[in-house]
């Protein structure tokens, strides 16, 4: 082909060009430096203000000059060029700047596909239903503007209707290629350091604030649907990381069981097991929030000494596990003797009331040890609050004498000090506890408000035992959730204390939309594709075949789309249709009209041929030229068009041959 | 060279076309992506690698999207083109320079619109139209000329870009346009009138002493000779009426190839007659033609000066030209 001098930029396209850049660029501003934001806006205003008054726009090396300042701020500001944040904040740049020398068509083209892409960049940070119609939303803006572009000036909405019609159209593609696309599993390479920042979850370590702060968030921490019954709320002790190394202010998991591997638990299950499956929201941890204990573990996945199941890695995407649990049971009734040393020591130091209250206890049995302080809890004048005042050096002493008032991890934490002290095995537990179920799909929400913490304390006959000292404080919070245990005016989110029965309804209508989206649209991975494909009755799908497949469904497609904007065959003009059927009837008769005879001349020959038709055929034929060629068709009320079409059932019938 | 030459003439279908109208089949549209298109390919792969390695879900989603966007115009551009009729007019002569217009009536026989269709010769300017749902238009593709003759502009090529610039699809319609190019007048004065003379009948261009009367038109009178005056005075009458002139406008005026200067090239003294005819032409003058081997009796009016022309603009090679 020859070269042709780009197409040049029409005026009234610019304005398009300009809201594709406000439209894909700001929408970012919430993640990017100010100083980007204000350079980006004032780019765009800077270009709809040249646009307005038709000017020139600046010269090339001034905006050479504005980028090479701009990307060096950029690598200032991140600390580097690539990676996620970084990346994203380059390409926001080149879209406020590139407009500035927008001059011709290929210009526009390429600002187009820099729009395409930074819609990409949207996910990264959010993948919810809204930011999915708004992919469909944006990306008609989009392919409006190139529509705008290559067809030149027409009303807004005809665009618009133009550009949903092309994405309707392409819409089977994209289910076609959502469904068997072989998929991969990512990342292709090591993925940068910012690529998981921001996911929140339990600790990994437990000091006073650690849990209370996360009960302030209504963020959904995973969903579980139970394949039975739904076991009582009291039973529902999901498991999170073990505690057992304090220091004084801080519960740690001991690095003891890392460096020689703790033989496997032992669990003897004493009641039915309950078959579950849960999907976690991703929280960069390696722990699986199973239900207290579980006897059977997903694929990848390991039971660890201190009974938590745990993923091989941590967990990065939001994913899904089946799990089956054991709600009575005993476990590790013997217990190995450095797991039980460690589920002793105590710092050297520190909290004196405490150590000398437990060593008044010290010569009870092990179980009445336990009861004497679950005793204290619950006669003497504790509260359970989200706002416990302040505690200082000794943290325990002040909090079990003085104030008081405190969430689960100071009473967990405060039990776990006392039987230690009056030696007795113990460990302190994170997790969740209990979980709302959603009548609409069935699913047991459970919250970063169901956060939790529990002890557990080991007797020689009986194992690892679980005791809640929150229970003896709040029963309701244990027996009917956080919500109940709480006074009004605690600061709890929104979204868990909601009142009015629709607005509860609503809100689970919602979450249970999102938990299907998350599970059919985010969490479609391959193990989803296989899951999917051998339902569909593809039991064992490779990705050759998968690709054969999916070419040919998308040729059927393209031929289908390809019928539906076929020309329609004139078969929408009814005059054309009439008249030939008129002559169709005649040809049956023996008289065949040739394509270059015109109806009167047809007409003339007819009444030469066959006088018998005369006077019918002269009258379609003036019909039709009337209709055809005629003048003031415009206001036609159909009138001779039926006249015509009589004209066909009013043929004399057809002598019928002899055979 | 030569085998590639007849495989461009194979596969796009180079030869002239002869039934009325043209219609566009699949088999003489052509497809390629555009650059824009190849960018556009570009971008949705790393858009794929960027959605699988930081495993987005919705990032599958709108490349999956944007490849069947892609899918979807490409199979638009193609239609876009594909049933249009083409049917070609017969273009107006033209003095050599100026721009030739080949009319060119375009029918979409189908419920879309078509848009930005862009047609034009071969390194000749560009001309683009847009047809309504079942709608018909005519355009006219111009062809910058050079040389006096009868001039066939070669095929047709007609793109488009529509509906998302990413591909271009094409067609080469070789409708028989002909045209004849005159010569480019050069502007001398009349032979047979002396100068003095010619500047009086200058003055009295508006021809009023001369003016003798209103009659009904004929077809032959130019139009510029109706009294459009008195026409719109006389609104019941249904004929038009044309001035008739008296004096010595009338007398006859032979321009002949011998008057012209003979030191000048054969394309000149072609030129100078044209500009010859031209002036007697403004000057309603009764001019007959004389050429070596033709002769054209002397006449006036519209028909008559184009006569004249064409004679001019096919001296000498007409036999050639027509062989084609």
Known sequence: MRARPPAALEHGAVPWLLVVALATAGPHAEHLPAWLTVLVAAALLWRTWLWHQQQRMPPRWSLALLVIAAVAAIGWQFGSLFGKDAGVAMLVLFMALKPLEMHNRRDALVVIMLGYFLLLTHYFYSQSIPTGLWLLAACTLLTGALLRLHGGAQPVIAIARDAGLLLLQALPFMLLLYLLFPRVTGPLWGLPQDAHAGLSGLPSQMSPGSISNLTLSGAIAFRSRFAGEIPEQADLYWRGPVFDEYDGVTWRASRQHGRSPAPAPVIEARGPAHDYSSILEAHNQRWLLALDVPTRLPPDSSLAATLEAQSREPLRIRSRFSFSSVLDYRVNRMEAPASLQQALTLPPQGNPRTRALASEWQSRPPARIAEAALAMFRQEDFHYTLRPPLLGADAIDEFLFDSRRGFCEHYASAFVFLMRAAGVPARVVAGYQGGELNPVDGYLTVRQSDAHAWAEIWLADEGWLRIDPTAAVAPSRIEQGIVAALPAGEPLPGIIRLDADWMRDLRNRWEAANNTWNQWVLGYNPQRQREVLSRLGWPDPDWRSMTALLAVLCGLALLLVALWTLPGRRRDDPVQRAWQAYCAQLGRRGIVRADWEGPLDFAQRVAREKPELATLTSEAARHYAELRYGEGDGDSDGEPLRRLQQCVQRLPPQRRRRI | ?324
């Open chain 2, 1 to 324: 060279m030569r085998r590639r030459e007849r495989f461009q003439r194979w596969l796009f279908h180079l030869a002239r076309d002869e039934q009325v109208p043209i219609v566009l089949t699949q088999r003489r549209i052509f497809i390629v992506p555009t650059s824009g298109g190849l960018l556009f390919a570009v971008v949705l792969a790393v858009m794929l690698i960027g959605a699988i390695n930081y495993n987005l879900s919705l990032g599958h989603a709108l490349t999956f999207l944007l490849a069947g966007l892609g899918l979807v115009a490409m199979v638009h551009t193609f239609h876009n083109l594909f049933g249009l009729r083409l049917t070609a007019g017969r273009a107006e002569p033209a003095f050599a320079g100026d721009l030739a217009r080949f009319p060119l009536a375009l029918e979409n026989p189908r419920r879309q619109p078509r848009r930005a269709l862009e047609f034009s010769f071969k390194d000749q300017p560009v001309v683009t139209a847009d047809l309504s749902p079942q709608g018909r238009a005519t355009i006219a593709v111009p062809f910058v000329t050079h040389q006096r003759g009868r001039l066939d502009p070669g095929r047709v090529t007609l793109t488009t870009r529509y509906p998302l610039g990413l591909f271009r699809a094409w067609s080469y319609p070789y409708p028989p346009f002909s045209c004849v190019v005159y010569p480019k007048p050069l502007r001398t004065p009349l032979p047979g009138a002396s100068p003095g003379a010619h500047a009086d009948h200058r003055q009295g261009d508006s021809g009023q002493e001369d003016f003798a009367g209103l009659r009904p038109r004929q077809i032959s009178d130019p139009t510029r000779h109706i009294a459009w005056k008195a026409v719109a005075r006389r609104s019941d009458e249904q004929a038009l009426l044309v001035k008739q002139f008296a004096g010595g406008a009338m007398d006859e005026l032979w321009l002949d190839w011998s008057l012209t200067p003979a030191e000048r090239g054969d394309e000149d003294r072609l030129s100078i007659l044209a500009g010859w005819i031209m002036a007697a032409d403004e000057q309603q003058a009764c001019y007959g033609l004389r050429l070596p081997g033709q002769q054209i009796a002397p006449a006036q009016g519209d028909a008559h000066r184009s006569s004249c022309l064409q004679a001019l603009a096919l001296y000498g090679e007409t036999e050639a030209r027509d062989a084609r």
